[in-house]
């Protein structure tokens, strides 16, 4: 149980484009999922929770302009880069809590290049 | 807010020997505390977690060991394997459940 799907896996795209990623929780309801983003050698770093139904809330340095997550569901969340840029560049992870529970499950990651 | 150090950066052992990563933190409230693995490219893996009313917990070869007091706690890995090999994070929940990492620590297992 307690499995986090993302997609995609990677992801190519050139300067100024929008990227979505999915990431869904598949054998159980997710009332709050994260969004982190790590570069290379270097930690975790959240940048948003996302809360089924409402608005997400942002890390401080966190553009919400930037990075717009939508949590429409109990089992869904997006994340969409827009006009992405070089330095957005990184490996973004998710992950997705339980109401009743502490633990972060997370998803595989979606690895973001941008040219 | 929540500030969590992690030592060491990196760590070499021989295989069958025991790891040891200590993390500290600073905010007293902070009650739960998950270790995650994660190899390259992959996910973080929970691989043993610990509650601020308990003071060891093991799992097989895993085992944390939680000081309240002292703001601190410890990932012991026994009888290392290669297959141990992966960057280790330690993390400290806030009253929010929001995760606040440590840097990590590269554990490399030398047959």
């Known amino acids: 149980g307690a499995v986090v799907s993302q997609h995609p896996s990677r992801v190519i795209c050139k300067s100024g484009t929008s990227v979505k990623i999915e990431c869904r929780s598949l054998d159980f309801q997710a009332t709050t999922m994260f969004w982190y983003r790590q570069f290379p050698k270097q930690s975790l770093m959240l940048m948003a929770t996302?809360?089924?139904?409402?608005?997400?809330?942002?890390e401080q340095g966190v553009e919400k302009d930037k990075f717009l997550i939508n949590h429409a569901s109990l089992t869904l969340s997006t994340l969409t880069v827009t006009s992405a840029h070089p330095e957005d560049s990184s490996f973004y992870i998710c992950?997705?809590?339980?109401?009743?529970?502490?633990?972060?499950?997370f998803g595989p990651g979606t690895r973001l290049l941008v040219l | 807010g929540e500030n969590v150090e992690q030592h060491p950066s990196t760590l070499s052992v021989q295989e069958g020997d025991s790891a040891v990563i200590k993390c500290t933190y600073s905010d007293s409230a902070s009650n739960y505390f998950p270790w995650y693995k994660q190899e390259l490219g992959k996910r973080p893996q929970l691989i043993i977690d610990i509650r601020s009313n308990v003071g060891e917990k093991k799992d097989q070869r895993i085992a944390v060991t939680l000081n309240k007091t002292a703001k601190h706690f410890s990932l012991h890995i026994t009888e290392t394997q290669p297959e141990d090999s992966a960057v280790y994070f330690c993390a400290v929940s806030d009253s929010w459940g929001k995760l606040q990492f440590g840097a990590g620590t590269q554990v490399v297992v030398t047959p």
């Open positions: 996302s809360n089924e139904g409402s608005k997400a809330t942002y």
């Open positions: 992950s997705a809590r339980t109401e009743q529970g502490e633990t972060q499950y």
